[in-house]
């Protein structure tokens, strides 16, 4: 059976939804022009959407056939993106994971100020901290790019962008060209590419 990257977006309903919908959509649009085989879907189980509630987004992809791709839950991420900080307070965020995974946080702390929080910290290889708010200024609200409707802002034209950046520097998933041709904020991705500050665990 194919290895399966699969990508778990954690971020919080309505206010940062579309969002951490973007990192997962931008992410598999951008393998697919890598000619890879790929899938981007919301998480049923935490819907219905509400503001503020955790939720998650889910990204897959693979050198070949996606044979599970009617599981609609990624049970081993080996990349978790954290699109609101206060989520790696109190939560398993890395729930799944097998040891050698990455996480990435929007965040404007230092990678061993957010690893504290991380009680399972073990299994990293590496954390990414990017200051995606900084970079973007604030997160796109627009329910016009609820699944299957027609997003009307664009792909990544607020906070996905700076943290897309982060996760081609910090994961070399997929290439950073590749984003850039799907993503409408392309300076932000890029500067999300520049700043980001990865420290290797273990």
């Not at 954290?82 to 965040?107: C, E, F, H």
């Not at 290889?125 to 790019?145: P, Q």
Request: aromatic residues 4%; proline residues 3%; hydrophobic residues 45%.
């Amino acid at each position: 059976m194919a290895h399966v990257h699969e990508i778990t977006v954690w971020t919080r309903g309505v206010v940062k939804d579309k969002e951490g919908r973007d990192v997962a959509n931008a992410l598999a649009k951008a393998a697919d022009k890598e000619g890879r085989f790929t899938q981007a879907f919301d998480n049923y189980v935490d819907l219905p959407d509400r503001v503020n509630v955790p939720v998650r987004k889910y990204a897959r992809i693979s050198d070949e056939e996606i044979e599970m791709r009617y599981d609609y839950e990624n049970e081993k991420p080996e990349v978790v993106v954290v699109v609101d900080a206060t989520m790696v307070k109190g939560m398993n965020i890395l729930r799944g994971m097998n040891k050698g995974g990455v996480l990435v946080v929007n965040t404007d702390r230092k990678p061993e100020d957010i690893l504290k929080f991380i009680p399972n910290k073990d299994l990293l290889k590496a954390i990414a901290c990017v200051d995606a708010d900084g970079i973007a200024g604030t997160a796109t609200v627009d329910f016009s790019g609820s699944e299957g409707g027609v997003d009307a802002v664009g792909l990544g034209a607020g906070i996905a962008a700076p943290l897309l950046g982060a996760v081609a520097r910090a994961t070399g998933l997929v290439k950073l060209e590749n984003l850039a041709a799907v993503v409408k904020n392309k300076e932000a991705l890029y500067r999300g590419h520049e700043q980001t500050v990865v420290q290797t665990i273990n």
